[in-house]
């Protein structure tokens, strides 16, 4: 997928460009342009790694495709006992989906993931939501085990796919705002004062035009990261999987690739991020856009709403049995002659 070039486990250049940066240690990984979808240079860019919390991107556009960003979130004693890093939700405390969405994605909230997919429906629907989403762009290399990108059974994605993923999303301005704000004041209750959220993101602060992105890290999913950049309008991104933190940190890994793809000549590719869903692209996908057909109305009522669409069917269905019986007797009547 992507072209063919892409299918190679190495590194893949095009001619006559620089020879990449060699303080990256990710086994693999991805530049392209956010705008073309350009595949400028990648390494085994469709092989499976652990995504880590760099997979939130799914859960954040399943939340803002499907939630009210203003609607409150009562806290919950199971969100506090998400495992990993949290930004403070908890029994007692009231939050909009928009900071649960800057807590997952500015410091990668666990507990703003648990919250989020209790409002998609549950941890199993939200899953099969997010996997849903995953296929609709292309995702063929990901299967998504926790919200959180915490490593479970099965888990997994490739950087070709997080690219698919992360373009999709810095084509939405909630998305796009969210992850270049630095900090954000987030609530807190009771005996809990708010306090200043901080980006983890330090490609924020030390690259000119980063446009954000966002950090990983488990055990089995090493360094991951996604980061982002304009320069003189051209918007390049780099991503990586299965890193450590040598030679250099995962930022200044991601910047050394940006800096790589910012020297090609521009229209340089190697491969191409193909494009979403058009249902995804157009937003025909977004509940808030369908309307419910008449198979649904009733169930979507009220009792007192839906008992006069229960009372007309019935009559309409009695009307109909009628019709046929009469039908019956007449086609038999002239049968007998």
């Avoid at 350009?38 to 399943?62: E, T």
């Amino acid at each position: 997928m992507g072209g063919n070039a892409l299918a190679g486990c190495g590194i893949i250049t095009a001619p006559d460009t620089p020879p990449v940066p060699g303080d990256v240690s990710a086994e693999a990984w991805l530049v392209a342009d956010l705008d073309s979808g350009a595949v400028i240079a990648a390494r085994d860019p469709h092989g499976r790694h652990r995504p880590a919390s760099i997979i939130k991107v799914l859960v954040a556009m399943a939340a803002i495709n499907e939630l009210n960003l203003n609607k409150s979130v009562a806290g919950t004693d199971d969100d506090a006992a998400a495992e990993g890093t949290k930004v403070g939700v908890d029994a007692g405390g009231t939050y909009t989906v928009n900071q649960l969405l800057h807590g997952l994605l500015m410091h990668s909230g666990n507990d703003a993931a648990h919250a989020l997919a209790r409002q998609l429906g549950g941890m199993q629907m939200a899953l099969e939501k997010i996997n849903v989403l995953a296929a609709k762009l292309g995702g063929r290399d990901t299967r998504v085990a926790t919200p959180s990108g915490l490593d479970g059974p099965g888990m997994s994605t490739s950087a070709y796919d997080i690219g698919l993923f992360y373009r999709y999303a810095w084509r939405n301005p909630t998305f796009a705002d969210i992850v270049a704000t630095r900090s954000y004041d987030f609530p807190g209750h009771g005996d809990h004062p708010g306090y200043e959220l901080e980006n983890d993101n330090q490609l924020l602060y030390h690259y000119p035009g980063a446009l954000g992105g966002k950090t990983g890290y488990t055990d089995d999913a090493g360094q991951t990261f996604v980061g982002a950049a304009n320069r003189n309008g051209r918007r390049l991104m780099a991503v990586l999987l299965h890193g450590t933190r040598q030679p250099i940190a995962p930022w200044e890994q991601a910047a050394h690739l940006l800096d790589y793809g910012f020297s090609t000549p521009a229209g340089t590719q190697v491969g191409s991020l193909i494009e979403p869903d058009p249902a995804l692209a157009s937003g025909k996908d977004k509940p808030a856009n369908r309307q419910p057909d008449a198979s649904q109305a009733a169930g979507l009522m009220s009792d007192a709403e839906a008992l006069p669409v229960r009372v007309g069917v019935a009559v309409l269905g009695a009307v109909v049995v009628f019709g046929l019986i009469l039908v019956a007797r007449s086609m038999n009547s002239r049968a007998q002659h």
